[in-house]
Structures are given as C-alpha cells and as structure tokens.
C-alpha cells in the first residue's frame, strides 16, 4: 500500500546519508484520509489511555528518577505488537490505576477491540508485512524482518511533549529505526509539536520537523530527540503512529 517505492533509491541514499529521511504522502490518499477518519472511534469506544507520569521537571535531567518517563499527558493506544502493560510500564500503583480505569477493563490488547476490517488494525498489518519489511530494508540497507515492528498511536492535546529521549531500548531484538506516520490534518507551525533532532556534535544545528498529514518520517536508533509542546491555545489533536522496526520478530500476542 506504501506508494513511495518508485522513489526507494533517492529515499534509502538520503537516509543512509544522513540518519534520517521524511517522506511525504506515503499513503495513498483515500486510504490516509480513511485511516485519520476512524480515529474517532478511539474516542468514542473510550480505547485512549493518558500517560500522565511526566511534568516539566523530566525537561531537567538532574530530576530524572525514571529516563523512561518523559511523556506528559501523551494519549496512547496500541497497535501492533504491543500490549496494555508494556506499555503503561509493568504493575500499576493505585495512582496510576484510576488514570486507566476507562481502558483497562478492556484487555490486554485494545486493539482487538476494533472490527477485523477497522483501518487502525490494517495498519497494525501493513507496518507488520513482508512489503513494509522488504522496503526498510532496502532503505536501510540491512535486512529487517517481518513481524519485526511495533507501534502505538498517539494524541498530543495542548501542553503534551516529549522531553529528550533517544529510544535506545533493546527489547524484542533492539530497535534499528524508528518511524512516525503523522495524520494531523491542516497543523499551524505555531502550534508547536514538532520533532526536533538535537545536535550530536558542536557546531551542529537542530533539525525541526513539522507535523504533515500523510508524512512518514524515520531516523535511525539511538538518536537524541524530543516533541516540543502543543500550544495551549492549540485547538486541535496532533495524531501519529509512532514505533520501530526492529532486528528480530516478534512472537504473535496472544
């Protein structure tokens, strides 16, 4: 489905080049707008979880109990490979538990909550097929498998970010690249919300990334990182499926 396979030697020389590489409509455009469009159902079947562990004090890395915890007020919902736990982070404290009371009677797996046919779970499948598999590969010249990604959607509401992070986690066979399929329709550059790569070496600049609809970006892992926070006055949801392609499959969940 990915329709950027005409273009697989430009966008695998720039990645291989530079680290990173952004593609624009990578989807075609019935099936981008359908897959934004059923979004809404997340909402309305109460499948968002609220990840609100994080405060502006994880932006000062001397404050930092847990790296792991630099999100704040960032809706999750699990797509491929991933189940409930991993990611609310193991066992929850009673605090935590009444945050995810409206999704966790659901399952372990939301995701199976939504229709066979639902456009989130064809997703799920398409990040997972042997073509996806067989494009990043050629992109990022080494073989990656199929079954070998994970992923989760997001909503960033105003004043969600991410602090720095590189996603230098090794589990299910390490993480080799990361990717982030944006479905924010219409984003104001003054909304903030945007990618931002840090400078790895003096002299370097930080490169920006605006939320596009339809755009697929994916850099290689680990890379310093973070989301600028959404504006306060920011009226709308900044939507994105958010993972990695990693070196091993995964096992089939249960």
């Not at 605006?210 to 755009?215: A, G, I, K, Q, V």
Request: aromatic share 12%; net charge neutral; glycine share 10%.
């Amino acid at each position: 489905m990915w329709r950027f396979g005409k273009q697989l030697e430009i966008i695998g020389n720039e990645f291989r080049a530079n680290g990173r590489v952004l593609i624009s409509n990578a989807l075609p455009d019935l099936a981008a707008s359908r897959l934004r469009s059923s979004i809404d159902d997340l909402t309305e079947r109460k499948l968002w979880y609220q990840a609100i562990h994080g405060d502006g004090r994880f932006l000062d890395s001397d404050n930092i109990k847990n790296p792991a915890h630099f999100s704040y007020r960032m809706d999750k919902f699990p797509v491929a490979n991933i189940q409930l736990p991993q990611l609310l982070g193991g066992a929850l404290g009673d605090s935590r538990r009444k945050s995810y009371q409206g999704v966790l009677p659901i399952g372990k797996v939301p995701e199976r909550e939504l229709p066979e046919d639902h456009p989130i779970r064809d997703f799920g499948r398409l990040i997972n097929s042997r073509d996806t598999a067989s494009l990043m590969s050629c992109i990022a010249g080494f073989p990656l498998p199929s079954n070998g990604a994970n992923c989760f959607l997001s909503r960033f509401m105003a004043g969600d970010y991410l602090a720095s992070h590189d996603d230098g986690l090794t589990e299910g066979g390490g993480r080799r690249i990361a990717f982030v399929y944006s479905l924010t329709k219409h984003w104001l550059p003054h909304w903030g919300g945007h990618t931002v790569f840090l400078p790895q070496r003096e002299g370097s600049l930080a490169e920006t990334v605006l939320p596009t609809f339809n755009s697929l970006l994916l850099f290689s892992v680990p890379v310093p990182h973070l989301v600028t926070a959404v504006a306060g006055n920011c009226f709308q949801a900044r939507y994105s499926f958010t993972g990695w392609f990693h070196a091993n499959e995964f096992t089939i969940f249960d």
